[in-house]
């Protein structure tokens, strides 16, 4: 059974930072590509950025290009979401969403398995 848990997720102040984790289990983590997305109220869900974990290859969207890295720890099959110098705008609800293969896409339309995500809340 394919797994996927946020966690990390809490209160910040404009400007700090927090480290989002997605915690994989049931299936060959090195054969899929892994997003962070986010959703606020009244919002579409937003691709911010995916990763490949067969080579490392990342892409961010530019609403968060620069703010924000992902990473991924192949061997404790984890992928991280570091942001920096958070905006009130971030605040949301972050998923981490897995999709077989090495392709790069922040449309969340590609992606089969979802966590159950952790809120992020930017106070100004």
């Known amino acids: 059974e394919v797994q996927l848990v946020e966690s990390g997720g809490g209160l910040v102040q404009a400007g700090g930072s927090l480290r989002l984790s997605c915690a994989a289990s049931?299936?060959?983590?090195?054969?899929?590509?892994i997003g962070w997305f986010r959703q606020a109220p009244g919002k579409e869900r937003e691709g911010v950025a995916c990763i490949s974990m067969s080579d490392g290859r990342s892409y961010y969207s530019d609403s968060v290009k620069g703010r924000f890295t992902i990473s991924g720890d192949n061997a404790n099959n984890t992928v991280y979401l570091q942001m920096n110098s958070l905006k009130p705008e971030d605040t949301a609800v972050y998923y981490c969403a897995a999709r077989i293969g090495v392709l790069l896409s922040t449309n969340p339309s590609w992606y089969g398995y979802w966590g159950q995500g952790t809120q992020v809340t930017v106070s100004s």
């Open positions: 049931g299936f060959t983590f090195d054969d899929y590509a």
